[in-house]
């Protein structure tokens, strides 16, 4: 099936800077695209989500940018601070179809971000 | 968004055995999938949970070793039967509202020896 996948595995920043985390997909029939972050120990947690007919949607500290250009997905992350430390995923759905797997996510590998004090 | 609860937490189980595990929502939910996500690896999904018929499973991933239920718009069950150490991995369900996006439980943490 189509992948999705990120850059960079690792990712580490000062506390304070801004971080920018890239997740390239291939299958260019998709039409959304979410941000999760997981803790360890924890489940995956909604961070920001964007349709296909958007570039760019922002959130609390957070902004997602869309170039379907390239097919290219970043989250950013402003002051970023210890407890954003986690591993990041990107996932994308493809144009909503019939049958098994509509509305199925598919994942990317996932970026390790550690805060540095 | 949705609050999701999954039973048990972790459990340590032996090959050959079969462990069900539940997701609760508080609230009523269109869809509901079953994910696996073994360690340091990204999610895959196993199924789609449908309420009042079988399952829809992903390639690789067949009824009789992940037989799932879902009597209602707020439980679904899955089970792993037979384990093996390879499933060791942790499970997770996933429940999706008509555009709201996907919301997951906190996941349950299976050791299989």
């Known amino acids: 099936g189509e992948s999705v996948g990120l850059h960079l595995p690792t990712l580490s920043v000062q506390e304070g800077d801004n971080s920018i985390i890239n997740c390239a997909y291939s299958n260019s029939a998709s039409d959304y695209f979410i941000w999760y972050k997981q803790e360890s120990g924890k489940g995956p947690q909604f961070i920001i989500d964007?349709?296909?007919?958007?570039d760019k949607r922002q959130g609390q500290r957070v902004t997602v940018l869309l170039n379907k250009t390239v097919k290219h997905l970043s989250l950013q992350i402003a002051a970023t601070q210890p407890g954003d430390s986690a591993v990041y995923f990107c996932?994308?759905?493809?144009?909503?179809?019939?049958?098994?797997?509509?509305?199925?996510?598919?994942f990317g590998k996932g970026t390790k971000l550690s805060v540095i004090p | 968004s949705a609050v999701i609860s999954q039973k048990p937490s972790r459990d340590i189980c032996q090959r050959g055995t079969s462990l069900t595990i539940q997701c609760q929502v508080d609230s009523q939910v269109t869809m509901m999938f079953w994910y696996r996500q073994q360690p340091g690896q990204s999610l895959t999904l196993i199924a789609t949970?449908?309420?009042?018929?079988?399952?829809?499973?992903e390639s690789g991933f067949v009824i009789d070793k992940f037989p799932i239920s879902r009597p209602n718009l707020t439980f679904s069950t899955l089970t792993v039967s037979n384990m093996s150490p390879e499933d060791s991995s942790i499970y997770l369900c996933s429940v999706l509202n008509s555009g709201a996006p996907e919301y997951f439980g906190p996941g349950t943490r299976l050791t299989v020896t």
């Open positions: 996932a994308e759905r493809g144009a909503v179809k019939s049958g098994a797997g509509s509305y199925q996510l598919t």
């Open positions: 949970a449908n309420q009042g018929s079988e399952a829809t499973y």
């Open positions: 964007i349709r296909s007919n958007m």
